[in-house]
């Protein structure tokens, strides 16, 4: 059967798309804006990357001062045949690349992990106990606080889960230039991000972890393209509706308002670094843990 033209213009389109996006890894690799671990930190954990779609030489080949006389005898060592991609490797060539790697960015002493990591996803798909696994295993992450113009649900601790501020309040963190993203979110309220935590932060060396929604998630990795973006996906949308309708803390116009923004937010998943899928608690804060290069010592 042949295929008909229409689909075969959209296949090229698309064969010609993914080019180009592994030609602007390779190309960030050679000029050193990405390191080797962090491009293949994202091919590991997550299989539909364009960086998972690499070839593992061409990979290899754009990581500055590594020449083919050295890749070929790696290639040889490793057990890793010419045409292989980064997402296809076995368990063992996968460990024994990351050693090498590893090994070698601790050598030329390379920053490996990105100091900023924002977790987006739709709502109720377990940011929140995701966010607290990591904070009570890593207690050396910065969370950042937002600032939001909705009222407290009961619990909730000014300064805490948010700063709880007034409209008129939110007005003047904008104009005075104190938040580094803000959106409205949901329709209804406003939430911001204050800038101040964050770049104390990064001047102490601490990594940051953002919660926020898929509009702030742009507009952070628009002004600051090493923040690695993490989209934390339900295990499927049922799933996600049965989360949402069973949570009870919403009225029912609130609930179907956050379904719409959640069927949104599904749509934009592709646009962020890695998507990680949380049907375990433990193994989807692990891989965000993986992202911020911060491993529990045994
Ligand atoms: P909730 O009202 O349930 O606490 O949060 C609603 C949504 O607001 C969540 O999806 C959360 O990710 C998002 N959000 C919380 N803080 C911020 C922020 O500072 N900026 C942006 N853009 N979204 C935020």
């Known amino acids: 059967m042949t295929m008909p033209d229409v689909d075969r213009v959209a296949a090229s389109r698309a064969a010609v798309a993914a080019r180009r996006a592994r030609a602007a890894i390779k190309a960030s690799l050679a000029r050193g804006e990405r390191t080797a671990s962090d491009v293949f930190l994202v091919a590991r954990i997550d299989a539909d990357s364009v960086e998972a779609s690499l070839r593992v030489t061409d990979f290899l080949l754009n990581v500055p001062a590594l020449g083919e006389k050295k890749v070929s005898a790696l290639m040889t060592t490793l057990g890793i045949s010419p045409r292989k991609r980064l997402g296809a490797l076995g368990r063992r060539q996968r460990d024994a690349l990351q050693d090498f790697l590893e090994t070698r960015a601790r050598a030329r002493g390379e920053r490996t992990r990105p100091r900023v990591v924002v977790l987006a996803g739709p709502t109720a798909v377990g940011k929140g106990t995701v966010v607290s696994r990591i904070l009570s295993d890593y207690p050396e992450v910065h969370m950042s606080v937002s600032a939001t113009t909705r009222a407290p649900r009961p619990g909730e601790v000014d300064g805490?889960?948010?700063?709880?501020?007034?409209?008129?309040?939110?007005?003047?963190?904008?104009?005075?230039?104190?938040?580094?993203e803000w959106a409205v979110v949901h329709g209804t309220h406003r939430y911001g991000t204050p800038r101040g935590p964050i770049e104390q932060s990064l001047r102490d060396g601490v990594c940051v972890l953002l919660e926020i929604d898929i509009q702030g998630a742009r507009q952070v990795k628009a002004h600051m393209p090493s923040a690695r973006t993490v989209f934390l996906e339900p295990p499927s949308w049922e799933e996600l509706s049965r989360r949402l309708e069973s949570r009870g803390t919403e009225h029912i116009d609130e609930r179907m308002r956050r379904l719409e923004t959640a069927r949104e937010e599904l749509a934009a998943r592709l646009e962020f670094d890695v998507r990680v899928v949380n049907d375990d608690v433990t193994r989807a804060a692990a891989q965000v843990v993986d992202l911020m290069g911060l491993t529990k010592e045994h």
């Open 160 to 180: 805490v889960n948010y700063f709880f501020v007034s409209p008129e309040e939110f007005d003047r963190l904008i104009d005075d230039d104190e938040l580094l």
